[in-house]
């Protein structure tokens, strides 16, 4: 999954997490302490969720977002290729 994707599930578990709660959007605004027009942007994808929202939106709703990060391909390669590098020198 890309980056994008992986937001979209998580935004997307978000909001249906928030509505099988019966939680209103007013309500999740006023508890995250942002206007009623914030929370509805990012729930309708006009606006992209700050990382620290996301992650008290997602415990608000009930939600843990755990990470899972890993190396980059690029990353990978240079690891694969510094042994061989290391016995030109």
Known sequence: M???SDYFVIRNAI???REAAGMSVAEAARRLGVARSTVSAWETGQN???ADKLFGYAKLVGLRIVANVEP???ELAVRRAAPALEAVQ
Do not use: Q, W
Request: net charge positive.
């Open 72 to 74: 980059s391909p690029i």
């Open 2 to 4: 890309s980056i994008s």
């Open 15 to 17: 909001v249906r997490a």
């Open 48 to 50: 992209f969720i700050p």
